[in-house]
């Protein structure tokens, strides 16, 4: 492969040249996907990739709304023009914003020590399992959207039920990823470990919680892009603060650039989410010698 390096580098230079200056449309889409299929060719590492996409994405919003013109603004504003509302509003985004991610992090953490402890409880006592698992099954059927509003008149427009919401959204696969960690602990090395009179703390801190601890995690990254969304949820029912309510005004209002800037971050900030929940979940799972 290094010796196609040279008409690599010269076919991205002359498609960027293109792409920034040449003022014809079918020329311009033609060299957008010769680029796209240049970089799929030429670039093996897959962590490129991904990031290439987004910014690939980003360029093809760019060229259909500001560039070529094939979508008026009314139906998708350009992501310069949603940057420039982002930038011109940030002293009302941020407050918004700050009092959106503090929900969505106490009912995170919430929902995260809930989960586990119901899972554990279920699993100490069967009966228990039995009695709760079908009503957390039944919880999960409902759509956030149709118990938000409940929560919200039943308790108020204050913090507490919105972290309620974001708890409800989130807690169900942290619950049952837990609940199959402590299932699949080999019963032989406790029994082993019972015989030879360790204490029950250790083999809690030897056995149980190494092994559940990667199964917990693979809950949380799984429930974490669900917990900005159930405080997004719950805002947009009713609050005088929060990312919902600036998204809610501007789709009253038809300013439909506030609503994508305000989309936008809220996916950059739940991706964030996921990514430190992934990050934490493979650096664990390394360390004990499960994934390279």
Do not use: C
């Not at 490129?48 to 360029?59: E, G, M």
């Not at 699949?184 to 029994?191: L, Y």
């Amino acid at each position: 492969m290094k010796k196609y390096q040279g008409i690599f580098k010269t076919a991205l230079l002359v498609s960027l040249f293109l792409l920034t200056f040449t003022p014809n449309k079918f020329i311009t889409i033609s060299t957008f996907l010769l680029l796209v299929v240049i970089l799929s060719l030429f670039v093996k590492d897959s962590r490129i990739l991904k990031i290439l996409s987004f910014f690939i994405f980003v360029y093809l919003w760019y060229l259909v709304t500001d560039r070529l013109l094939f979508i008026p603004s009314y139906i998708l504003p350009s992501p310069l023009r949603v940057l420039n509302i982002i930038i011109s509003q940030k002293d009302v985004i941020i407050p918004n914003l700050i009092s959106t991610l503090k929900i969505t992090f106490f009912g995170f953490i919430l929902s995260i020590l809930f989960g586990v402890s119901l899972a554990f409880l279920m699993h100490l006592i069967r009966p228990i399992e039995d009695l709760i698992y079908p009503i957390a099954v039944i919880s999960q059927s409902t759509p956030t959207i149709a118990i938000a509003p409940l929560i919200i008149l039943w308790f108020g427009f204050g913090s507490l039920p919105k972290i309620g919401v974001v708890v409800w959204a989130t807690f169900f696969p942290i619950t049952v990823n837990t609940l199959v960690g402590l299932k699949s602990i080999d019963q032989d090395m406790v029994d082993v470990l019972k015989a030879i009179g360790a204490k029950t703390s250790d083999i809690f801190k030897y056995v149980v919680l190494p092994h559940t601890l990667t199964y917990i995690l693979t809950g949380i990254e799984i429930s974490s892009p669900y917990a900005i969304l159930g405080t997004l949820t719950a805002e947009w029912m009713g609050t005088d603060i929060g990312m919902g309510l600036y998204i809610r005004r501007s789709f009253s209002s038809f300013e439909l650039g506030q609503v994508f800037a305000g989309a936008i971050i809220i996916i950059g900030f739940s991706l964030i989410t996921w990514g430190i929940a992934v990050s934490l979940r493979r650096r664990f799972t390394r360390y004990l010698g499960g994934e390279k």
